[in-house]
């Protein structure tokens, strides 16, 4: 392709190849970087370009931090990500009540390990990087990712999920090592701050492929995120996977804890509680926001994941959920982790409605919100103003108009 009529045609055009779509987005930029780092700063420790600006923000309806300087919950950029991997200084928070961060020095660090074992241990770091590490991705997932119709952006609608490579002692080596004793069913772990940030997983789960992790994305976990270790429990909401994690105690039944507020529900129509995510995905691109310069050809890009195991299938539907196309996998393929999927579209300049389905490894596959209302028994359009009970992994579309602005779509 040469010259700048032939590039034209090509964007206008069917050319099934990978198409530059210039969309034009409308994220909220970063203030001016008006100070240089001097030059042994950015010897010492790399800066991204002076243009980038992708920036998490607060959640709409609670400021972070709030005025308690407590509650901290911001959504990650997911408009602006390639590839699968959440920089870490992009990765969403979510942080209950307590101390925004509580300040760990790794030298007093200790995590105990005890209940119903045979010899309760309490580690160092230094002794927990003296036994073989794992490095896995894996997505967490805030219970608090629930797409409103009031949602301006992908951002807004499900940026309480990211994804990093963690790197950390596997949960069941540490067990083995204390022995765990008969009867024992559950474990609970606690963080490090005034409320605990606590929560019960069942013991097969922690046996299976849970982590005591202590590195993120190549390095120290950030404070926001749990420095100097936390754990991950791949697949389940993310409130099990415990920040600045002290202990662990192994226990013969369910511990309620500070943090079953919200997670545990007294309506028979919502399960007990909330352990593991269904299968869901997200186009990240075209999004709510942006706007569509004119017909042609353009990439529809997103992130499948499931707490499942592995995506197994996208499909992608132009026309709000009438047919559906599968999309390719354009990414390697992780358990519990975010994948990226992609497929050359072009866009006519007519209306439309773009959604996307995930279907994971069990043959799950990702409900509408019509459908996820008939499983709860109520009127079709009940869940487009009223919050998913439980796991909201339903289908947010996307709507298209004539002049190529996109809107969220859920009516
Ligand atoms: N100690 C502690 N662990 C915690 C929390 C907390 O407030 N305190 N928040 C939980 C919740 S609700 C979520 S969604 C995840 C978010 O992890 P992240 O902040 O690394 O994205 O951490 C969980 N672990
Ligand atoms: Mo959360």
Partial sequence: MNGKSSRRKFLKGGAAAAAASAIQSANGTAAAQTEKRSLKDEVAYGERSKYVNSVRVA??????????????????PLQDSVGIVTPSALHFVGTHRGAIVPDISPKDYRFLLHGMVDRPL???????????????????????????????????????????????????????????????????????????GAGSIPLGKAMDDCIVAYGQNGEAIRPQNGFPVRLIVPGFEGIYNTKWLRRMK???????????????????????????WGPKSIITS??????????????ITGLAWSGGGAVKKVEISTDGGRTWKEAEIRSEVHRMAHTRFGMNWKWDG????????????????????????KVFNQPPDYYHNHGIPGTDNAIVPWKIATDGSVRNGIA
């Fill in 122 to 196: 309490e580690f160092t770091l230094d002794e927990l990087k003296r036994f073989p590490s794992v490095s896995r991705l894996h997505f967490i997932e805030c219970l608090g990712n629930k797409a409103r119709p009031d949602h301006k952006t992908v951002q807004q609608t499900t940026g309480l999920t990211s994804c990093s490579e963690w790197t950390g002692v596997p949960l069941s080596l540490l067990l083995k090592e204390v022995g765990v004793q008969k009867g024992a069913n559950w474990v609970v772990s606690e963080g490090s701050e005034e409320v605990k």
């Fill in 59 to 76: 959640v709409n309806e609670r400021p972070a931090p709030d005025e308690f300087g407590l509650t901290f919950h911001v959504l990650s």
């Fill in 250 to 276: 192994v226990v013969d039944q369910y511990y309620m804890t500070y943090n079953d507020y919200g997670h545990i529900s007294a309506d028979p129509k919502v399960a007990a509680f909330n352990l593991q």
């Fill in 350 to 373: 007519k209306e439309c409605e773009l959604q996307s389905r995930c279907t994971d490894e069990l043959g799950q596959i990702q409900p509408s919100r019509e459908q996820v209302a």
């Fill in 286 to 299: 075209p999004s709510g926001g942006q706007k569509l310069p004119g017909p042609g050809v353009y990439q």
